[in-house]
C-alpha cells in the first residue's frame, strides 16, 4: 500500500494535481476481502459515489459526474 501511494503522488505532483506539500493520502488504508462480486459492487459505489464534494483537481473524461463509472 505504501509503495502503491507513493507512486501515485509522485504522478499527481509530476502533473501538478497535488502540490509539494499537499496531502493526499489519509493514514494507514483498509484491508478488506471482498469475496463476492457484490461486495466489490459496493465498495466500488462507495469510492466513487460516497466520498463527499470532489477535489478541486478532479477531472472525469466526457463527464462531470462520478456515478457515470459505478
Do not use: I
Not at 19 to 37: F, I, M, N, P
Not at 44 to 66: E, S
Amino acid at each position: 500500500m505504501s509503495d502503491l501511494k507513493a507512486w501515485c503522488t509522485r504522478r499527481l505532483r509530476e502533473a501538478k494535481l497535488l502540490g509539494q506539500k499537499d496531502d493526499a493520502w489519509s493514514r494507514h488504508g483498509s484491508t478488506l476481502y471482498l469475496w463476492r462480486e457484490a461486495s466489490v459492487a459496493e465498495k466500488t459505489d462507495y469510492t466513487l459515489n460516497q466520498q463527499g464534494t470532489p477535489l478541486r483537481f478532479a477531472k472525469y473524461p466526457d463527464d462531470d459526474h462520478p456515478s457515470r463509472y459505478a
